[in-house]
C-alpha cells in the first residue's frame, strides 16, 4: 500500500506531465495544503488561474469556487475533486429568488457574496468576495441594497458602510460560522488565554463580531496576524489555523483556533487521494454552460470596476 509519501510523488509527476496546477482554498486538509501550489481565499486562487499558464486546474475547494474557476478560465480544463463537496450557505439561495426579490423592489441593487450558486450570481448586480463587500457597497449611490445569502456578513457590512443592507434570504448563514464559532465558543477560547487578540471571520455572529479586536476575510486575517506578537484567536473555519501556522512558524506567535471542531465538512470531503484520482482520469471536469459563464463573467468585470 501507498504512503502518503507515494502519493504525493505521483501527483507531482503527473502535475508535470499534465502542465497542471493544484489550488487549495484555506479550509483544506493540510495534506491537501501542503500538495497545493497555491492556498488561498476563492477569488484569490480563481485569479491564480488565470495567472498560471497551466492547461490544467485542479481546484481544491467547495463546487462553487471550483465553477468560478471554470468561468473565469474558460479555455482551461478544471477538475474537481470530488464534486459532492457543496457549501451549504450557497444553497439557501435560489436564482429563483434573487429574480423574484428584483422585481418585487425594483431599482434596489442586489450583490452577492461570492459564497453563492452560478446561476444565482448571474442573476446579480455585482458579486462581492468578503474583502471586498463593504468596499463596493459603499461605493453604490444607493443607500439601501440587497444583499445574500449570508445575513452575517450582511450585518457587517451594514455596519461598517451605515447603509440599509437587507439580508436575502433573512435567514442564510454559514453553519461552521452561525454554530460552531458563536459567542460561546468564542468566549471559552478567550478565557482560556487571557491577553489573546481575536480575529474574527465577517460570517460569526453579531455578539462575536463585536469583541473581536479585527474583523476580516481569511486572506484579511492572515495579514493581521503579521502585526501581532503573543496569542492570536482565530474565529473561523479550523483549517486557517494550519495555514497560519505555517505562514507564521515563529515562536512569538501563538495561533489558536476559536473551536478546534470548527470543521467544515465539505471542505474536508477532499483527499489527497481524490487529487490524485482526479489527474489520473481527469475527473470531475467541472462545465459552466458558456452562456451562463459569458454572464458570470460580466457581473464579475461589473463588480471589479467599482472596487479598483
Ligand atoms: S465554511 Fe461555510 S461558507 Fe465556507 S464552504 Fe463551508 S459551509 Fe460554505
Known sequence: ???????VSEVEALKRRLRAVILAHNYQLPEVQDIAD???DSLGLARKAVESGADVIVFAGVSFMAEMAA????????????????????????????????SEIPNTPIVLYVNSLTRAKVEA???????????????????????GPDRNLADH???????HVLPLPPHGHCPVHEYLLNEYYVAKALAENPGAKLIAHPETPRKVRAIAHA??????????????????????EEGLTYRARKLYPSRAKEIIPANPLAVCVDMKKITLMDVL????????????????????????????????
Open 1 to 7: 500500500m501507498r504512503g502518503v509519501e507515494g502519493l
Open 38 to 40: 497555491f492556498v488561498g
Open 71 to 102: 468561468v473565469l478560465n474558460p479555455d482551461k480544463v478544471v477538475l474537481h475533486p470530488n464534486p459532492c463537496a457543496g457549501c451549504p450557505l450557497a444553497n439557501y439561495l435560489s436564482p429563483q429568488r434573487v429574480r423574484e426579490v428584483r
Open 125 to 147: 448586480d455585482y458579486v462581492v468576495t468578503s474583502a471586498s463587500a463593504a468596499k463596493l457597497i459603499s461605493r453604490l449611490g444607493e443607500e439601501v441594497v440587497v444583499f
Open 157 to 163: 457590512v451594514s455596519t461598517v458602510t451605515g447603509k
Open 215 to 236: 474583523i476580516g476575510s481569511t486572506s484579511q486575517m492572515l495579514e493581521k496576524i503579521k502585526g501581532i506578537n503573543g496569542k492570536v484567536i482565530l474565529a473561523t
Open 277 to 308: 484520482r482526479s489527474l489520473k482520469l481527469m475527473k470531475h471536469r467541472v462545465r459552466v454552460d458558456p452562456e451562463v459563464a459569458r454572464r458570470a463573467r460580466e457581473v464579475i468585470e461589473r463588480s471589479l470596476e467599482i472596487i479598483k
